[in-house]
């Protein structure tokens, strides 16, 4: 499909005049305009669903979330996938991404490479992706000739896969088990796609990630209860947290928490079943590290 017939290529008649307009126009204009970009995703919540579900059933399975793009659409995935680890307790293995130009690519441009099959197929096979895995490839186009071969070696693999893309009719999409396609429109600034497609494709994996983590467990109500308290924020945050889970104060949160050698969960079931460290450790264990299982609710 020739770059130019994109609806994310064309010209947005909201901004004809940009750069004759003040700063508060300016504000204003791009504020109405982003305000479409939920709209767009409303429509595509169904195959957003059926993506937490795909996420969850690979995980549980011990596979890993692979995400791959390039430029702004790498670095969003990177961006997941470089939180999910720490604010869900999963380790770094678990959620991954591959972006072309690599890590390198992540504070510097690196557009050569997006025109590139050969290594869109060579650093996904470097990531030996299985049946058990889901990759989630990211292109706003849905024509990045990098992402579109790294998505067909993940497929050939057996991996399940997915398309975040915001043209329909993509080549991406043909390309995946499972294609999520949201249409924001022209940009502000034709073709920077970093701007309401970029805004698009961060809120989807925002509700992939999440989404497939509270399918399996991995919070407890609305409750980020395995995040790490490696730092004081993090440490003052889990303290509250097991406040509002169990019920209790500072003080009672704060000592099970230092009991749990700073375990959440763990400090959570203490309190909640009024048991000793021993046999809440042996319930979480049974139920698999979910809180809520492991409560019996």
Partial sequence: MPLKTLKTEKRNRASAGLDAMSALQIATMMNREDAAVPRAIRGALQQIAEGIDLIARQLARGGRLIYVGTGTSGRIGALD?????????????TVQFVMAGGEAALPRA???????????RRDMAARKPGRKDVVVGLAASGRTPYTVAALQYAQKKEAATIAVVCNRGSELARHARLAIEVEVGPEVLAGSTRLKAGTAQKLICNMLSTGAMARLGYVYDNLMVNLRPKNHKLFERGISIIENAAGVNH?????????????????????????????AERRLRRAGGVVRRALGD
């Fill in 110 to 120: 690196a557009e050569a490479n997006e025109d590139d099959p050969h290594l869109g």
């Fill in 251 to 279: 003080a009672q949160a704060l000592q099970a928490l230092q009991l749990a050698d700073g375990r959440v969960p763990l400090a959570i079931l203490m309190l909640k079943t009024k048991t000793n460290r021993t046999e």
């Fill in 81 to 93: 996938a470089a939180e999910v680890p720490p604010t869900f307790g999963l380790s770094a293995e």
